[in-house]
Structures are given as structure tokens and as C-alpha cells.
């Protein structure tokens, strides 16, 4: 390491000064800094859980906003389509297609991230469905805008990544733990949302509710609130 580059710890304490900023554009430059050095080609030791929720949460606000501006602008698109304003809409498909290259770029990033480093070096259960999700949800964000064939292959990589994920999660983790309430809440929005089942979303979302209920007296205070959270939002998607 050169004197200049900054150490591991420097940069996770740099990425919360971001976040406490609001600064996620450059929380997410120090933590992929970080990922960068965990495993794979980094040679080192993979992300704590505090590392790895930091990443996340850098990326979650990051694509957040754009998926945001991206749905505001569609819904004005249609609007102005519908009163016959060629003009107007012409300009908001530009405009549109400025975010959605944005939207790429951002998942494209954290996508090779996965691959390179976060996935080969996940040892144990609980990160390799954090990881797998993560990879999945970000399939999803690009299935949200695109079309055709492209459209087709980003919904049938979020499916290789949740079934990948469902099938470690279901096998190690138990049904209370919130990384796979949170993997079968989301799967079940890629159903409802991506694939026009809201039928296999129902149902995928009642199953991992019904499974962790039965479970949850055995839960301390802190994991009975994030679980429950999450059992809330399966029963309300």
C-alpha cells in the first residue's frame, strides 16, 4: 500500500462521514475501496456485517434517488403522450434516457463488485444471501427500465440470483432471520412487479410470513424488531 492510499479503516470511517453528510456518491467510492480489498483479487479478509451494511446502504441512496427521478419522469412522459404533447415528450424521453444510463452505470458498478470480490469471498451463509440478494435486487433495478431482450436477460438474472440466494437461506438461516424475510420480500416484489405475478407474490411472501411466526418466541428484543418489520411488509405486499 502506498503512504497516500488510505487504510481499510480509514476508509469505512471516511464512508460514515459521509453518510452523516449525505454525501452517497462519495460513501460509495470509499466503500467499494473497501470491497475492493476484501477477498477475490484483494487477497483479503471479507466484509464485516458493518462493512457490508454500509456498502448498502451507500448504493441503496445512491440508486434510490435515480429510481425515483426515473419514475417521476415516466409518469409525466405518459401524461404529456396522453394530452398529445409530442413536443414535451420528446424532450422527457431525453431527459429519461439520461437517468436510465445513470441507472446502468450505477448497477453495472456494483454488479462487477459482486462478482469480483463480495461473492467469492463470502464464507459464511448469512453473506452469501446478503451478497446473492443484493446481486438480485440490482438484476431488478435494471429490469425496471429496460425493454425487449434486455428487459428478458436482467429478469432472468434476478432470478438466478434470489433462487441462488432462497436455496442457501432456506437451508441455513433461520425463517426469523431478517436477511431472508428481506430475500423473500423482495423476490416476491420481483414477481409482482417484473413478472406480473402478484399470485406467486402473495404466496411467496404469506410462506416466509407463516414460517417465521411460528418462530419468533424465541427471538431476542433487537432481532424481534427487524424481523417483525420485515414479516409486516411481506403481510402488506
Same mark, same amino acid.
Given at each position: 500500500?502506498?503512504?497516500?492510499?488510505?487504510?481499510?479503516?480509514?476508509? #469505512?470511517?471516511?464512508?460514515?462521514?459521509?453518510? /452523516?453528510?449525505?454525501? *452517497?456518491?462519495?460513501?460509495?467510492?470509499?466503500? !467499494?475501496?473497501?470491497?475492493?480489498? &476484501?477477498?477475490?483479487?484483494?487477497?483479503?479478509? @471479507?466484509?464485516? #456485517? @458493518?462493512?457490508?451494511?454500509?456498502?448498502?446502504?451507500? *448504493?441503496?441512496?445512491?440508486?434510490?434517488?435515480?429510481?425515483?427521478?426515473?419514475?417521476?419522469?415516466?409518469?409525466?412522459? /405518459?401524461? !404529456?403522450?396522453?394530452?398529445?404533447?409530442?413536443?414535451? &415528450?420528446?424532450?422527457?424521453?431525453? *431527459?429519461?434516457?439520461?437517468?436510465?444510463?445513470?441507472?446502468?452505470?450505477?448497477?453495472?458498478?456494483?454488479?462487477?463488485?459482486?462478482?469480483?470480490?463480495?461473492?467469492?469471498?463470502?464464507?459464511?451463509? @448469512?453473506?452469501? #444471501?446478503?451478497?446473492?440478494?443484493?446481486?438480485?435486487?440490482?438484476?431488478?433495478?435494471?429490469? !425496471?427500465?429496460?425493454?425487449?431482450? !434486455?428487459?428478458?436477460?436482467?429478469?432472468?438474472?434476478?432470478?438466478?440470483?434470489?433462487? &441462488?440466494?432462497?436455496?442457501?437461506?432456506?437451508?441455513?438461516?433461520?425463517?426469523?432471520?431478517?436477511?431472508?424475510?428481506?430475500?423473500?420480500?423482495?423476490? +416476491?416484489?420481483?414477481?409482482?412487479?417484473?413478472?406480473?405475478?402478484?399470485?406467486?407474490?402473495?404466496?411467496?411472501?404469506?410462506?416466509?410470513?407463516?414460517?417465521?411466526?411460528?418462530?419468533?418466541? +424465541?427471538?431476542?428484543? @433487537?432481532?424481534?424488531?427487524?424481523?417483525?418489520?420485515?414479516?409486516?411488509?411481506?403481510?402488506?405486499?
Amino acid at each position: 500500500m502506498s503512504p497516500s492510499e488510505p487504510t481499510r479503516e480509514e476508509s #469505512v470511517y471516511m464512508a460514515k462521514l459521509a453518510e /452523516q453528510a449525505e454525501r *452517497y456518491e462519495e460513501m460509495v467510492e470509499f466503500m !467499494e475501496r473497501v470491497a475492493r480489498s &476484501a477477498g477475490g483479487a484483494g487477497g483479503g479478509e @471479507e466484509l464485516s #456485517v @458493518e462493512e457490508r451494511n454500509l456498502l448498502s446502504v451507500a *448504493y441503496k441512496n445512491v440508486i434510490g434517488a435515480r429510481r425515483a427521478s426515473w419514475r417521476i419522469i415516466s409518469s409525466i412522459e /405518459q401524461k !404529456e403522450e396522453g394530452r398529445g404533447n409530442e413536443a414535451h &415528450a420528446a424532450s422527457i424521453r431525453a *431527459y429519461r434516457s439520461k437517468i436510465e444510463a445513470e441507472l446502468a452505470r450505477i448497477c453495472d458498478g456494483i454488479l462487477a463488485l459482486l462478482d469480483s470480490h463480495l461473492v467469492p469471498s463470502a464464507g459464511a451463509a @448469512e453473506s452469501k #444471501v446478503f451478497y446473492l440478494k443484493m446481486k438480485g435486487d440490482y438484476h431488478r433495478y435494471l429490469a !425496471e427500465f429496460k425493454s425487449g431482450a !434486455e428487459r428478458k436477460e436482467a429478469a432472468e438474472s434476478t432470478m438466478n440470483a434470489y433462487k &441462488a440466494a432462497q436455496d442457501i437461506a432456506l437451508a441455513d438461516l433461520a425463517p426469523t432471520h431478517p436477511i431472508r424475510l428481506g430475500l423473500a420480500l423482495n423476490f +416476491s416484489v420481483f414477481y409482482y412487479e417484473i413478472l406480473n405475478s402478484p399470485d406467486r407474490a402473495c404466496n411467496l411472501a404469506k410462506q416466509a410470513f407463516d414460517e417465521a411466526i411460528s418462530e419468533l418466541d +424465541s427471538l431476542g428484543e @433487537e432481532s424481534y424488531k427487524d424481523s417483525t418489520l420485515i414479516m409486516q411488509l411481506c403481510v402488506t405486499t
